[in-house]
């Protein structure tokens, strides 16, 4: 059976193991099913970066799904940019200096993958997590777009 309080499996117990709220009859199934899902669709909003992004800001409406979406979008969107140019860079400079923007690059590319798997972490366990300044843009664009 699982606790209707805290959604844990409490097996034949009469009280939850986790939080000690008395088990009912009617506790044959999870009740946090809709948060979970939307957990999960948080997480694959960061899955393929800015590209799950676009996708779950299209299709799907729950305010959760849309932030993290628009956070994907706006983080990893800018990342790709900045690589862009930055390769750019690469191919006028003299081959003396082409190790700059590659260093940048690399640099960014760790970066990015550190906050890849942080926020997809952050997401899946259901945290509202804003970065700092882009997080706050991220909300505002999420409630403003109409899709």
Known sequence: MFCQKCGKDAGDEKFCPGCGAEMGADSSKPTNI?????????????VLGWVSGIVFIIIDKRPYVRFHAMQSIIVFGSLSILNIILSGFTSILP??????????????????????????????QGNFYKLPIIGDYAERLSKNVKL
């Open 95 to 124: 081959y003396g200096l082409w190790f700059i923007p590659n260093l940048i690059n690399k640099l960014l590319s760790l970066g990015g993958f550190i906050l890849w798997v942080l926020l997809i972490i952050k997401a899946y």
């Open 34 to 46: 809709i948060a979970t899902s939307e957990n999960t669709a948080g997480l694959f909003t960061y």
